[in-house]
């Protein structure tokens, strides 16, 4: 697997969110909102959001050109972190996105979110485990341990907690 900081993952960001990640959180994504899944990906994240019963835009539009839905619920590219923050500050709508716990600590995640109130964070029990693909192909045999931990980072969700700890 490559690490994060090797050419491969970089020139690869292909990491699609599994069922059960948005299945975990599915109580705490508003029911009466659109949600729009910017990042396409292979397209079934959008598909599991629309299972679990929630109105969803997932379509291979540019996420830095467009402002679609109500609620933003995604997994971005890790590698396009700092482009996505900076948008997410700009669009100031509500998401819940799904990222490295280390993300927090940057300069420009701070610099976006450190004055608001708005922030919550969700905690996943144990680690996402991310499913590989290169050029929209699934990687077969590729051992899809997840070597980080992620958190779900949730502005303007009003959330009962600051930090949510899943069970």
Avoid at 10 to 28: G, V
Avoid at 76 to 87: A, H, L
Avoid at 128 to 146: L, T
């Amino acid at each position: 697997m490559a690490g994060f900081h090797t050419k491969t993952f970089l020139k690869h960001d292909d990491y699609m969110t599994p069922r059960y990640a948005w299945e975990n959180i599915k109580e705490f994504i508003p029911k009466d909102k659109v949600i729009y899944e910017p990042f396409y990906g292979d397209g079934k994240s959008g598909n599991y959001l629309r299972e679990l019963g929630f109105e969803v835009i997932h379509e291979p539009v540019d996420f830095f050109e467009n402002n679609l839905g109500d609620i933003i619920v995604s997994n971005p590219p890790f590698s396009k972190s700092k482009e996505v923050i900076y948008r997410l500050r700009e669009l100031d709508k509500p998401f819940i996105i799904l990222m490295p716990i280390n993300k927090i600590n940057t300069s420009y995640f701070r610099e976006n979110f450190k004055s608001t109130n708005d922030l919550q964070l969700i905690i996943p029990r144990k680690r996402i485990h991310f499913e590989k693909q290169i050029d929209g192909e699934k990687i077969e045999g590729w051992k899809n341990a997840c070597n980080f931990d992620c958190f779900y980072y949730c502005y303007k969700i009003g959330l009962k907690n600051s930090i949510t700890w899943l069970e």
